[in-house]
């Protein structure tokens, strides 16, 4: 019996395994993910949000819960998503929790910004809550976790670095720790917080590359940040922006001269037939050569 997510994905984290997680937003790039040797794949509410044309502050959790459970349900690694403000208070947190671990996903980040979440998140604008607040919300989420699945991590995740500064967040997060969060998540502003936050947190930090971001946050190598300490990278928009370019670049040749030459026939071809291993078409071919096309008239 294969054993659930939430577990391979303390195993992970137990054994020191640096988790490299790309952001997806469908089945198919969770299985590209998987099939290129990444250890986890990541649901972000900026890709689920983008994908769905309606921005992350107006995600509801059915919507964040049903694509998590879904590209969780087609591959075999685990997927951690984001669970936002755990969709409310305490209360609404621990059913967040309880939700995704029926989906089958191995682990959520729930966040200390306000909730219903305001579109101005996405131009850096902190409506962070008092800390009191994110530590309860911590606390019942976890309460849940150890109700139905113990090996469920939460992560407490904390937005205050930009608007308060690395004391404050570290500060927020050692008290997530205190009630019994698993990781932690921070945004540093500069190179010298990135390097000081693992260094001061007693939760282990993942951090969030955010490519094309507008406010100087550093790219830092997936090397550097093991050497800094750091346990796992989310690769938050590095799926979802560069297929909005290419498909842009395609569609408009497409568009203005009705024709596309940027790849061969060959690579159409193996292009084609990628996809086709990658949701296992032959696995479909072969049942129905068992059963319902064995009954086909012979020519």
Known sequence: MQKRASTQLRELISSKT?????????????????????????????????????????????????????????????????????????LHCMRTVREFIRSGVAGVHIEDQLYP????YHQYVVHGIPVEEFVEKIEYSVKARDEVDPDFVIIARTDTCRALGLDEAVSRLNRAADVGADLGLLFPRDLKDAEEAPRRSRLPLIYVQSRGNRDGRPIISRNELQEMGYVACIEAQVVICSALHHHKKILTELRQTGEYTGMTNAEWVASRQELEDLIDLTAYYEIEKQTVEARQPKD
Not at 48 to 75: F, H, N, R, W, Y
Not at 76 to 82: C, F, H, L, R, T
Not at 117 to 120: L, Q, T
Request: overall charge negative.
């Open 18 to 90: 640096f988790l490299h997680m790309p952001a997806v937003y469908d089945a198919l790039t969770g299985l590209l993910v998987q099939s290129l040797g990444f250890e986890a794949a990541y649901v972000g509410g900026y890709v689920t949000g983008g994908s769905m044309a309606v921005s992350e502050p107006l995600l509801t959790m059915t919507e964040q819960v049903a694509l998590g459970g879904d590209i969780a349900s087609k591959i075999d690694i685990p997927v951690v998503v984001d669970g936002g403000a755990g969709f409310g208070e305490p």
């Open 117 to 120: 979440k305001r579109a101005h």
